[in-house]
């Protein structure tokens, strides 16, 4: 039976292409339990392949066609074939992490088949420290990077010895199905009525006029808002290919703590400064710094009980906010002070608006992403923002797979055209795990960036005196 697909979801169907492939993904490396055989991934990987009742959200597939009047609907896919989507990799020699990352890095560049369902897992094996990984990914239009990790978070445990836990997409009437984007309520998921907000047109705008005169009139000034109207152009900020190019690295959430404590600052904030300098010395060495610090959209998370809005599963309401990074400021104290003072700025003009504003806001600091792009305007007009930074919270403890420590949580995001380059960070276990996803051609020597996150962090840590 045919099902609608809402605007929101068949939105990132529409604009996905070669080049911009549309999906969500997340690499996992677990340790494997103790006393575990030679075969123990081939154990893995036919536990996750066997066949058994698939979760319906994982059997639909988009299709259009003329009796849809050429519009996306869900149906089932009648020829499901688990073995297409749960697959098993081998690395070549020498087995490093920078081997695991440049396999990442070629299957995040290629795009879900739309005759299948969209979804794709690979158990992989041949890390040289025994480590087993795990990458899925997941469209946009199937569900929104919160769902897929909750979706993660649902089969692991905290029991070591426990050994039953299904595999995410195996169906389970006990638990509830995650709900998919146009339940949550996301920056990048706005619903239709945010869209009409924004313009205007319903009842909630009736205290609009006042906020989005404020919003717009900040963004004039080159001031922290929703929307901005000042970034540089970057080499971030052109179209990209199709290859991508993933780096990952993780650092203890203490030492931020410890900054953030020192300076006044908070954790999140320390997390920004730490990508300003990183990007400033990244451009710095490719002779590509503007002499205008870099813009970043930054999800932010809002009180669900004030907004009365929950995202995916009941969790926290997201606006976001477009952050000076100052990265024209050569000091790291001066660059963590701004952002702060940026961030601070921010969160105060949300709190003026009511929660349906907040999305509409979002909307209109999102669109010129959305419409630069089918318009083909990269180069005329100017990038409302040069970068995506967001940081979404983990699990708080150690998690485990059937027995398997799960070591890191990494994710891996979607470059679009005119915005190459994307930052997400994911805490886990006491630690907060970046991954960076760019575009391979438009932002060469991607990993290098991680050498600047680990010594901007050094330089943080010494200008707090921690």
Known sequence: MATPIDPTSAAFLVAESRTQPMHVGGLQLFRKPEGAGRDYVRQVYEQLSAPQEIAPLFLKRPHRSMKTAGQYVWIEDDHFDIEHHVRHSALPKPGRVRELLELCSRLHGQRLAHERPLWEAHVIEGLRDGRVALYTKTHHALVDGVSAMRLLQSVLTTDPERRDMPAPWA???????????????????????????????????????????????????NETSAVSFYAPRTIFNQPITGSRRFAAQDWPIERMREIGKATGTTMNDVVLAMCSGALRTYLLELDALPEAGLVAMVPVGLNAKQANIASAEGGNAVGSVMVQLSTDLPDPADRLAAIHTSMVDGKDALSSMTPMQILAMSAIGMAPTIVYPILGMHGIMRPPF????????????????????????????????????????????????????GCRRTVPHLQRLLAYLDAELIALEKVAGV
């Open 386 to 437: 040069n970068v995506v930074i967001s940081n979404v919270p983990g699990p708080r403890s150690v998690q485990y797979m059937n027995g398997a420590r799960l070591e890191g949580m990494y994710p891996l995001s979607i470059p679009i055209n005119g915005m190459a380059l994307n930052i997400t960070c994911t805490s886990y276990d006491g630690k907060m795990c970046f991954g960076l996803t």
């Open 171 to 221: 169906r389970r009437e006990s638990t509830r199905p995650p709900r998919e984007p146009q339940d949550a309520a996301s920056v990048l998921d706005l619903p239709a009525s945010a869209f009409r907000t924004a313009l205007g047109i319903s009842a909630e705008a009736a205290g609009m006029p006042g906020a989005l005169v404020r919003t717009l009139a900040r963004g004039v000034r």
